[in-house]
């Protein structure tokens, strides 16, 4: 669940990160009233889950109620990278001399944390160099000491003002990357003021949703995170889907399968509209509620349903499909690869049942297949 900026820095501050006095607001007059308890200059910031919001004009400082005014009612009702703003932050502004960028998270190739710092953070970090970040992998047994900190913050080649408070800066968001259970901890810019004080002034989270059963509170960040219309039907059918970019929608069970699955299409020349693991008891229940979540999808052009028959044969599974075919239209062709335990006579069953689906299910025998066909039929329409 990637956190939006107010709530990234409400999760950071829970380790005792400091953050700027502000609150959100989601009208002028409300922002009005915030501003009131802070201190001028303020600083308005769309709040959506994505970055690249100061490039967009989502960031601008205000020294007076009128200036204040006028920023908010530009931003509120702005779209930033294909969300619309609601609502807004405002916080006490920071007079900054330099902008820094601090980030830990996992590489998985490495098989370690990693922590990272670069003496030149802000908008344009993108275009700078790759190798002007320090980097450092931490074994999770032993965590990120204050020196190992230092060091990496030294090499990084910050200013000698900012080296101390940002390697306390980097051992708290350690902690709450591990403690909070954080996929990613970033923090950019991480700005020294003129002043010589860091500050957070912005902050991009994202928490591990696999650790959500040790998080209760999480619930009430997921009530305010944006989530795609896609992903939130499928959370309330309690599908374990994930919206991809791609026209062809997937369908398996398990999710090692899932994943082939994406790569079959992937090498048969089209792209997946989606991940979709439906479990191990492919029922009709389960596969309807799967139709209906695909269905959701307007870039959905074909559908690729791939079942490998285990403990689960592909009997139940086949009168499943046909039963939820029966309840639910699907918005675009089905192509359906069954193999595994009593794989004919699935076949058999959907064979019989073929009117019920129509000429739109078409049954291949292998995978490979199976994604050539749905590849070539989301390419015609
Ligand atoms: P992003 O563009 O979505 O990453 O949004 P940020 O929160 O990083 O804000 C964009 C830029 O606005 C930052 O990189 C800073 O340069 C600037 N900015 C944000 N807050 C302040 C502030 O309090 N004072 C000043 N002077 N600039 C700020
Ligand atoms: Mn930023």
Redesign the pocket.
Known sequence: MDLM?YQGKGYLARWGIVM?PGALASTVEESLIVAEDLDWPV?V?AQVP???????G??K?AGDPDELIRHVTAILGMTIGGHLVRRVWV??????AV?YYVGITLDRTAKDHLVMVSAS???DIEQSDPAAIARLHVDPLDGLSMEAAASLVAEAGLATDAQHGTAEVLVRLYRCYVEGDAELVEV??L?LTVGGQM?C??AKVTLDDNAAFRHPEWDELRASVELDPRERLARDRGLNYIGLDGTVGIIANGAGLAMATLDVVDAAGGAAANFLDIGGGANAAVMAAALEVINADPKVASILVNIFGGITRCDEVANGIAQALGNVAARAPIVLRLDGTNAEEGRAILASRAPAGGSRLVVRDTMLDAARTAVELAARR
């Open positions: 900026e700027q600083v910031k994505v970055g690249g919001r100061g490039k967009a989502g960031v400082l916080e006490v502004a920071s007079e900054v902008e953070g802000g908008v950019n810019p700005a500050r002034l912005d």
